[in-house]
């Protein structure tokens, strides 16, 4: 699944516009019979004390019809712990990684729950 998600990341970061954005999270979603899913989300905040960040959205990059699916029997902690440590390699070496870093913070969560945070820009 790794090797997927990496490219579909490319794929959707590839000619986007990110004027104004401060923060990107990654919203998981528990789509039912074991299905999941997660979309990627522009904001225009980052708060890494206030997880209601994510919701102050700018762009999907089109995710939210289009997002990352699979097909898994596991637990939302299992799901949330595998997708972390994806999305954490991705911030390591994806082929956007200095683009991430380059925002004030990276979070991944379920969509109705708390943002993990990922990354923080250091401004130092």
């Not at 699944?1 to 999270?25: C, P, T, Y």
């Not at 902690?77 to 380059?102: H, R, T, W």
Request: glycine share 8%.
């Amino acid at each position: 699944m790794k090797e997927q998600i990496r490219d579909w990341l490319d794929h959707v970061f590839e000619n986007q516009s990110f004027d104004n954005i401060k923060g990107i999270a990654f919203n998981i979603y528990e789509d039912g019979d074991d299905a999941w899913s997660f979309e990627v989300v522009g904001t225009a905040t980052f708060d890494e004390s206030d997880s209601d960040w994510a919701c102050d959205e700018i762009t999907d990059f089109g995710t939210r019809e289009n997002p990352f699916a699979w097909t898994a029997v596991s637990g939302w902690e299992s799901i949330l712990q595998e997708v972390f440590s994806i999305l954490q390699e991705y911030l390591d070496n994806g082929k956007y990684s200095e683009l991430l870093k380059s925002f004030n913070g990276v979070g991944v969560g379920f969509v109705d729950g708390d943002m993990e945070i990922l990354y923080t820009y250091s401004h130092s």
